[in-house]
C-alpha cells in the first residue's frame, strides 16, 4: 500500500498508487506521490512518467475521514491541521506532475474523482479504459477546488455544468473532447499507456525536457496560481461550518 515505482522499459518510469479501498488518499499519500514523480523526473535515464493506480478506480480524491476524524477529536492534532495538510498535498502533487521535467501520461482507470481530477489535468496525456469517469464531486463532499484542472479536460460551460450538478464525463466523452488520447478495454490500459509513453521515451531526452518548460511556459492559465485562488474558498466554506455540515451527510450515506 502506498506510492511505488517501477521501471518496465528503458527510459520510461511507472509511478503506482495504492490505497485501498478506493484510492482515497490521506495527507501522507499526496505528500509521498508528489516527491515521487518529482524524482521521477529529475532521474537523467528517464524520459516518460506514467501515472498509475491499483484498484477498482484511479483515485478518489482527498481521505474525507481522515478529516472527519480530526474534528471529532479521535486524533491528536490542532485546528484545521487535516485539512490544511490536504490542501498542500494536492497543491504539491498537481504541481509535481505539472513541472515533472519529462512528459506524464496518466492511465485512468474506473473512477476519477476530486483530487483525481488534478492529478489527469496536469498530465501531459491521458490514455483511459473504457470504464473510466470523470468528476468533481466537491460540492456534495462539502468542498471546492480543481476546477482549473477539470477546465483543461472539458470545455468552460460544460466544466461549469459538471462541477455544479458533481456529475461525471465518461472517457469516451473526454476522447470527443480531445483530452484523452485513447479509450481502450481495462485488460488492455497498461499496454496502451506504456505504448504511448515508449513513443515519447523514443525522443531526445534533453529535448524533451526543453519541449516540456516550453510548453508549460507558454500555457495559457497558471495552473499552480489558479488553484490555489481556489482552495482559498475551500478553507472559508470550512470556517463558515458549511463544509461539515455537507460532509457529515456525505459520511451517513457513505455508511448506508
Not at 527510459?11 to 521521477?40: C, M, Q
Not at 523526473?41 to 483515485?59: K, S, W
Not at 494536492?90 to 474506473?110: I, K, L, N, R, T
Request: hydrophobic residues 45%.
Amino acid at each position: 500500500m502506498g506510492v511505488s515505482t517501477s521501471s518496465p522499459e528503458k527510459g520510461i518510469s511507472v509511478v503506482t498508487v495504492d490505497f485501498p479501498p478506493v484510492n482515497a488518499l490521506p495527507v501522507r499519500g499526496w505528500f509521498d506521490l508528489a516527491d515521487t514523480v518529482r524524482a521521477a523526473g529529475r532521474d537523467p535515464e528517464i524520459r516518460c512518467v506514467v501515472l498509475t493506480a491499483e484498484g477498482r478506480g484511479f483515485n478518489a480524491g482527498v481521505n474525507i475521514k481522515e478529516i472527519q476524524r480530526e474534528r471529532e477529536g479521535l486524533r491528536e492534532t490542532d485546528g484545521h491541521r487535516a485539512l490544511i495538510g490536504a490542501n498542500r498535498g494536492c497543491f504539491e502533487a498537481f504541481a509535481a506532475v505539472y513541472e515533472c521535467e519529462v512528459p506524464v501520461v496518466a492511465a485512468v482507470q474506473g473512477f476519477c474523482l476530486g483530487g483525481g481530477i488534478g492529478l489527469v489535468g496536469n498530465a501531459d496525456a491521458i490514455v483511459a479504459s473504457e470504464d473510466a469517469t470523470f468528476g468533481l464531486p466537491e460540492l456534495d463532499r462539502g468542498a471546492l477546488g480543481a476546477a482549473t484542472h477539470l477546465a483543461r479536460l472539458v470545455p468552460q460551460h460544460l466544466m461549469r455544468v459538471l462541477y455544479y450538478t458533481a456529475r461525471t464525463a465518461t472517457a469516451a466523452e473526454l476522447h470527443a473532447h480531445g483530452s484523452v488520447w485513447k479509450v481502450v478495454p481495462r485488460e488492455e490500459l497498461h499496454a496502451a499507456a506504456l505504448e504511448l509513453a515508449r513513443q515519447i521515451a523514443a525522443k531526445d531526452g534533453h529535448l524533451l525536457r526543453l519541449a516540456k518548460a516550453a510548453i508549460n511556459g507558454i500555457d495559457p492559465v497558471d495552473v499552480r496560481r489558479s488553484y490555489r485562488f481556489e482552495q482559498g474558498f475551500t478553507f472559508e466554506a470550512n470556517l463558515s461550518g458549511v463544509a461539515d455540515r455537507v460532509r457529515d451527510t456525505f459520511g451517513k450515506e457513505a455508511t448506508q
